[in-house]
């Protein structure tokens, strides 16, 4: 009994380490999308409004109107939420930002389907790149 109890005990803590650790883990780019640049001009004010609008529609409810990660449904999800106002955001290639904001990984869902547009997807980041 107790090596059951033992096996069942270690079994139930390394699911919950490596749940935590898997949180954590560093985002993998894939080649094809590492080298993207974003092909549409930051300054077009109607690319923004596009970018604004999907971004209120798709992301505000986790990321937060400002992109604080402090959404309303922020706190539901296991994933720290990132604050995509920081340097360490901005820094990223076009290419890391597309990949995450539209192919996303676990609590990140995927956007290719319900953001279909190539050109709407890239002014939803130049909206987020000016918050």
């Not at 092909?39 to 409004?49: A, G, L, V």
């Not at 901005?90 to 990949?99: F, L, P, R, T």
Request: net charge negative; charged share 30%.
């Amino acid at each position: 009994m107790k090596k059951i109890f033992a096996l069942f005990f270690a079994a139930g803590l390394f699911t919950v380490l490596t749940a935590f650790l898997d949180q954590n883990e560093p985002w993998v780019i894939p080649d094809k999308y590492a080298s993207m640049t974003n092909p549409t001009s930051d300054s077009d004010s109607e690319c923004i409004d596009v970018g604004e609008s999907l971004y209120s529609k798709h992301c505000k409810s986790c990321h937060g109107s400002e992109g604080f990660g402090d959404g309303k449904k922020a706190n539901e999800i296991d994933t720290p939420m990132p604050d995509i106002t920081t340097a360490d955001y901005k820094n990223q290639s076009d290419g890391e930002k597309y990949y995450k904001s539209f192919i996303g990984r676990k609590d990140m869902p995927n956007y290719e389907k319900k953001i279909t547009n190539e050109e709407d997807r890239w002014c939803l980041i130049n909206y987020m790149d000016q918050l």
